[in-house]
């Protein structure tokens, strides 16, 4: 039940990521809803629900517009897992706990994307990017924050959604 | 049991594991042959249609939005008009000497209708790259409907990008203003050659393209139209592409270059041309 409502929100997170949210930019920038979730798994549940769901929402991301499969995978699982492991020594409810997180995220996974771009040769400006992309999509992504986390929180006083996964069970 | 409490106790391992195997898929799938592979076609074919639906509803309420600020504009749009008519009529004389000029851009832009046997198919657009960093977008036509890899994709505006992927029933399009992209291109006046990449890089998110490797001697100025080249047989030769807005050259470079300003609206994107290199092909 619990791996059914997942699958359903990181794909319903897909859709509406790639075809609502081209209309909601704000100077060419979309928030990352896939790293609220990611945190909000992590914030909720802990690991491994956080690494998986951010393991498997970044997969379908890269299987649907990635140009090499794995990178997207990669980040946000790590993402989930080194959030996850706070669960439960912070506290979850405070609305602003997730933002911090979620900024977090945003910026680690910027600064890797930029890394991984340096690498391979493109010709970059970490002073520029910072504030045409990262801050925007820090801020924007901040800013819708609240609404996905009050939802995962309601989804999350459901009994079935407290059932816990075990690493190799 | 033993091997189960080891791992259960230890996930840090599976991370570890799991990071070095997604590092590898990543290297082995980057040098990809633009087949859309197995796994990929089938959650495409899965997604495709829902985000189709979505893709047309979201652009109905965003474009009725548009449509009432335009009709507030209207209003002071009017006043401007006037003045504008007035100006144009004495701006008429100059355009009659250009009208030469004119014609010969029209028949780019009428690429679609004049040649129709390079035209493919037409197709929606269904989606774009949910990330901030690059331009690659999906469209509902693939291998079906007689796409294939390298194909360019064009509006009647001029050059959208080339087909990089194709599925049974969609296909993902890199867009020229993709950082990624480069496309051989040829100043229509001065017929000097060079390479247009997209400039939708970190923090350059201005939908131009660059001009690069253009010849020291070459007399471009401000305007001048840029179209494709046709040279490596990948894109049909004489798409247009966009305006130059800027002319510049670094001091240690040994070549100019030109920030184009593409002819396509990347912003409202709907419905594209799938064309071929060749007649023959």
């Not at chain 1, 997969?59 to 706070?86: F, K, P």
Request: charge should be positive; include cysteine; proline fraction near 2%.
């Amino acid at each position: 039940m619990k791996g059914w409502v997942i699958c359903g929100i990181l794909l319903g997170n897909i859709i509406i990521q790639s075809s609502l949210f081209p209309f909601i930019q704000i100077y060419g920038v979309q928030p990352d809803s896939l790293a609220v979730l990611v945190v909000s798994f992590a914030l909720l549940a802990g690991n491994p629900t956080s690494a998986v769901v951010g393991f498997f929402g970044g997969l379908l991301q890269d299987i649907l517009y990635g140009q090499s499969i794995g990178i997207c995978a990669l980040q946000y699982m790590l993402a989930g897992y080194i959030i996850g492991l706070v669960y439960g020594k912070v506290f979850a409810d405070k609305m602003i706990v997730c933002m911090f997180f979620v900024a977090l995220t945003v910026l680690l996974r910027d600064v890797l994307v930029f890394i991984q771009m340096f690498f391979a040769g493109l010709d970059v400006s970490m002073y520029n990017i910072f504030f045409t992309v990262i801050l925007p999509e820090i801020v924007y992504t901040v800013a819708v924050t609240p609404l996905i986390y009050y939802l995962m929180r309601r989804l999350y006083k459901y009994r079935f959604m407290n059932r816990r996964w075990h690493f190799g069970s | 049991m033993a091997l189960l409490r080891f791992f259960r106790n230890r996930p840090w391992i599976i991370i570890i594991t799991v990071s070095v195997l997604l590092v590898a898929a990543a290297v082995i799938t980057s040098q990809n042959d633009g087949n859309m592979n197995f796994v990929g076609g089938i959650a495409g074919e899965i997604i495709a249609p829902v985000q189709k639906v979505i893709y047309s509803a979201t652009s109905y309420v965003y474009n009725s939005v548009s449509q009432i600020k335009e009709r507030r504009e209207l209003r002071t749009n009017y006043q401007n008009l006037k003045e504008r008519v007035a100006y144009l009529e004495k701006e008429l004389l100059r355009m009659n000497e250009l009208e030469k000029q004119n014609q010969r851009l029209r028949k780019l832009l009428d690429f679609a209708t004049e040649r129709e046997e390079f035209v493919v198919t037409g197709a929606r657009v269904t989606g774009k790259d949910p990330g901030n960093w690059f331009e690659v977008f999906t469209i509902d036509k693939g291998k079906n409907h007689g796409i294939s890899v390298n194909m360019a994709v064009v509006t009647e505006q001029g050059l959208v990008g080339r087909v990089i992927e194709v599925g049974s029933n969609w296909s993902k399009v890199q867009s020229i203003i993709d950082g990624r992209s480069s496309v051989s291109g040829i100043i229509e006046r001065t017929r000097d050659n060079g390479v247009v990449k997209g400039n939708n890089l970190f923090g350059f998110e201005d939908g131009t393209c660059s001009m690069i490797y253009l010849p020291l001697d070459s007399e471009i100025v401000e305007g001048d139209k840029v179209i494709t080249s046709g040279l490596g047989d990948i894109l049909p030769k004489g798409i247009y592409i966009g305006e130059v807005k800027e002319v510049t050259r670094s001091k240690r470079e040994l070549y100019k270059t030109a920030i184009i300003e593409p002819a396509v609206d990347f912003r409202r994107l709907e419905e594209v041309l799938v064309v071929k290199a060749r007649v023959d092909d």
